[in-house]
């Protein structure tokens, strides 16, 4: 069974630019989640994917988009980057339909803006 | 809104000093509560989910207990190796998406 997976490991951009991030989910699940941490916090929602579309959000603004892949891995884009979108992001991956969705945190993506 | 509470922030143990960490929620209708290890710049590792008041999971020297305002995270006899940030995350009904509400986690070292 393969985990969640994501690229790149590190980025390193300067404000105003753009940045995308990747995940591939986990075999077997079909829905995507993305999560911004900030260094001694918990995971803060920003969206959810389920069958190619957003199935929820968090309170993150427009420039934060996403997209899935008809093979469940998913796309984090960042627009007009700013020096607090620096954190750590993570990408889960779920099987819906269960009497609950667990998810399975990747590696995640520390991304540094300056 | 859901809400989740993690008590202490931080927490240093001797090597074989047993343990608790707590957890407090809020939230209407819960679907599972999830226990996750997050070691430092790493994505969290997914422990135990409970779904009700009354349940509990083990797994090593690991124990989770549920009530229906706290679910409680027993360490017995650490090692250096548990040291790591223990999160917390509920999730609740409506929507079918049960997209879970995290906690501040807590700081767990465990001295040699």
């Known amino acids: 069974e393969t985990g969640v997976t994501q690229s790149p490991t590190h980025l390193i951009k300067t404000r105003g630019q753009q940045v995308t991030l990747r995940c591939s989910s986990q075999s077997g699940h079909n829905t995507v989640s993305w999560y911004q941490q900030a260094l001694g916090q918990g995971p803060q929602f920003i969206f959810q994917?389920?069958?190619?579309?957003?199935?929820g959000r968090g309170n993150f603004p427009p420039r934060f988009s996403g997209l899935q892949f008809p093979n469940y891995s998913s796309e984090l884009n960042v627009n007009a980057l700013e020096l607090d979108d620096s954190a750590l992001y993570l990408c889960a991956s779920s099987l819906a339909g269960g009497r609950v969705d667990t998810q399975y945190f990747g590696p995640g993506t520390r991304l540094t803006v300056l | 809104e859901d809400q989740v509470t993690q008590s202490p922030e931080a927490l240093r143990l001797q090597e074989g000093e047993s343990s608790s960490l707590n957890c407090s929620y809020t939230?209407?209708?819960?679907?599972?509560l999830f226990w996750y290890r997050q070691d430092p710049g790493k994505g969290p590792e997914f422990l135990f989910t409970l779904y009700s008041a009354g349940e509990e999971k083990e797994k090593e020297r690991l124990k989770a207990t549920l009530t229906k305002k706290e679910s409680f995270l027993h360490i017995t006899a650490p090692k250096p190796e548990d040291s790591a940030t223990y999160l917390c995350a509920v999730s609740s009904g409506g929507g079918g998406s049960y997209i879970p509400t995290f906690g501040r986690g807590t700081s767990l070292i465990v001295h040699p």
């Open positions: 994917y389920y069958r190619e579309e957003e199935n």
């Open positions: 939230v209407s209708g819960l679907r599972g």
